[in-house]
């Protein structure tokens, strides 16, 4: 079995910062990819940020700038430090990975609520 868990969410004053982890923990071979997703208004995901397993980073043109994808591979874990938060930044961010066990397959973490207080 594998398990994605994210944390780091919260309340946060506009301006502030956070960082949200995403930790996958289990059966793991090895992680190939591991994007974030935010939830939008009509609770579609949208794509914030992908690590990819080479280390090269992608990011969504609209968001650019104010978010930092990042790993620590001995952990198995990504981070998204989140910087200079917005009231409408407020949501539900989701961590994935494209984990390799006997093949590939997506595993999505719970969400973390992020509400930013303006």
């Known amino acids: 079995q594998v398990q994605l868990v994210e944390s780091g969410g919260g309340l946060v004053q506009a301006g502030g910062s956070l960082r949200l982890s995403c930790v996958a923990s289990g059966s793991v071979v090895s992680i190939n990819s591991m994007p974030w997703y935010l939830q939008t208004p009509g609770n579609q995901l949208e794509l914030v940020a992908t690590?990819?397993?080479?280390?090269?980073?992608e990011y969504a043109d609209s968001l650019k700038g104010r978010f930092t994808i990042s790993r620590d591979n001995a952990k198995n874990t990504v981070y998204m430090q989140m910087n200079s938060r917005k009231a409408e930044d407020t949501t539900v961010y989701y961590c994935?990975?494209?984990?390799?066990?006997?093949?590939?397959?997506?595993?999505w973490g719970q969400g973390t609520q992020v509400t930013v207080s303006s």
């Open positions: 690590l990819i397993i080479d280390g090269n980073t």
């Open positions: 994935k990975a494209l984990i390799v066990r006997t093949g590939a397959e997506n595993f």
